[in-house]
């Protein structure tokens, strides 16, 4: 089943804009990764944040995880067209290495 | 980095026959690769955990004897659609764990939309 669930389920901006998505989870993590999918195409791994982590930074990629709230948010600074994408969040670290994945939020970045 | 293959990227099959799609880990040894199915705007559902000289575990109401995993070296996983019907038309994607990097190194393959008509 199906653990994450982001929010929005999409989103659209104008370029230059930021652009933050959310994350909510029901059990407990070792870490909550982020991941961006083109359309039609496999996913690419943005970054990962541990659980006793509370926020993590990679170029214009900024992610916050509160534990307490089981959430976390991906923020994308100022946005471009090329960010168009499908942004999902994964929950992972049962002895199987299994990841869930959540419904996504579907960004569009207009030029 | 780890780069995984999936091919084919798209393919068409007629109704009642078989398709088979390859997931090769090209720089890693891949002890672990997992099976996904998406449909369209909709999120990852894992079909199966494939590991590399043993079965496949499948996750609940998948069904084994349709989607027929093989994993017999540490770079190849195959995913065959037996018997494919017009709802088996999804997109596949594969992934793969190398090992001794726990949650941390799933790297995934660009996908294959399959078509049954």
């Known amino acids: 089943s199906q653990q994450g669930e982001e929010d929005p389920q999409a989103l659209s901006i104008q370029e230059g804009e930021n652009a933050t998505m959310n994350c909510s989870y029901k059990?407990?993590?070792?870490?909550l990764q982020w991941y961006r999918q083109n359309s039609g195409r496999g996913l690419v791994h943005l970054i990962l944040?541990?659980?006793?982590?509370r926020e993590k930074h990679s170029g214009r990629l900024r992610v916050t995880l509160d534990t307490s709230k089981k959430s976390s948010s991906l923020l994308i600074t100022a946005s471009r067209a090329a960010d168009t994408a499908s942004y999902f969040c994964?929950?992972?670290?049962?002895?199987?290495?299994?990841?869930?994945f959540g419904k996504g939020t579907l960004l569009t970045v207009n030029p | 980095g780890a780069v995984v293959s999936q091919h084919p990227s798209r393919v068409i099959c007629k109704s009642g026959t078989s398709v088979k799609i390859e997931c090769r880990s090209l720089d890693f040894q891949a002890t672990t690769m997992f099976w996904y199915r998406q449909f369209p705007k909709k999120s990852l559902m894992l079909m199966a955990t494939s590991n590399e000289g043993s079965k496949a575990t499948y996750e609940q109401g998948v069904e084994k004897d349709k989607f027929l995993i093989n994993h017999a070296s540490l770079t190849l996983s195959t995913l065959t659609v037996t018997s494919a019907h017009p709802e088996d038309s999804s997109f596949y994607i594969c992934s793969a764990r190398a090992p001794g990097t726990g949650n941390y190194g799933y790297t995934f393959g660009s996908g294959t939309r399959l078509t049954v008509v």
């Open positions: 059990t407990s993590i070792n870490n």
């Open positions: 944040i541990r659980s006793n982590e």
């Open positions: 994964a929950t992972g670290g049962g002895s199987n290495y299994k990841l869930t």
